[in-house]
């Protein structure tokens, strides 16, 4: 028999699945042909970011639930969170920026045609609603800028919700209650206004956080009545069989409103990581390079776009492909040989590492402690050894 452990303070099994979904998202966002797009699995790449939203709520239940008590928490939770968003999302929205001039310089001097219209999305307006992180809160008509950040946007003003909500309900069932119908009114408000997937982000992007983040409370709440409870060795087997049938979900599934279910399959996995600590997927979890992984998740995921642009116009330019209708977008994409877009796809992740590996050192690290060191609330740079599935910072 085993006994669940308590988390104290950091879930590495659930660090590591934040990177390997970072990951995914970056392949899945490479713009020429490559063997990966016809992996279903792949063109179900999209779903990770609920993944990423439901892990939101779950981690920030457990280390702020208590701690929202006045409005001086609020700030302080707010301002916190901030630090942890912020910084890196302005570096790239800058680097964005640049792009677009670079873009009118090279029409005005060369001749070169883009892809899209100069300054017609991203452009003084979208910047400014980029600094306010409010360019995917229903502002615009398409994504602007860093296209990942969509999710930035929407989820720093969940936050804002998620400690108003905690602040001002004086009781667990009461939170339970309201947490309850935030998930389901935000699931059917994407329904009912005609969205047949998840993949929803610039418009109506803010309900679908809504509901996975306050899933992901509610998963917490479970975790924390059954994490004392004492179960078999056999259990340690759920989790695998948990990301298994994960695996066969985004392999199999039809499109369209098969997408509601993952946010619930994404809260499954994570309730048995942590819940049943003792397991193989947990120990390949945390491993040391899987835990670096889900470190630099965060830089993963806001450098890989640019990092996919410049190599998109490298092949472009330098190679000249013709061009293919993609199978996860619909739209025309570069389409070089087999081996081609291999090599460029592996050699674009394996940039986007190296960045996101000194973005997090030189960027993501400093803001957030110099974030920490303003309200006088101390942060480390280290994360402590790994005892088996304790937890992870977010």
Known sequence: MLEARQNKQFFYSLESMRGVAALVIAIFHIAWWNPTMSLHFMQSGYLMVDFFFVLSGFVIFHIYNEKLNGPADIGKFMWLRWGRLFPLHLVFLFVFAGIEIAKYFAQERFGLIPNTPLFSVNNPESFLSGIFL?????????????????SISVEFYTYLLFAAIIYLTRSRTTYVILAVLL??????????????????????????CVGGFFLGTLVYLVYQRIRQTVVSSAAAMIPVLVMLATIVFLAAKPSGMWDYAFPFISAALILSLTALPYNPLSSLLETAPLRWLGRISYSIYMVHFAVIWVMTQVMRLGLQPGKVTSPISGEPILNPDILTGSVFAIITIGICLTIAHFTYRWIELPARNLAADLIGKPVTNNHPKPVPSQSASH
């Open 183 to 208: 998930v389901f009114d935000a699931f059917i408000r994407l329904y009912v206004a005609g969205k047949t997937s998840l993949d929803v982000n610039y418009d109506l992007g803010f309900f679908r």
């Open 134 to 150: 409010l360019h995917s809160m229903g502002l615009h008509d398409q994504l602007t800028f860093n296209v990942p950040s969509w």
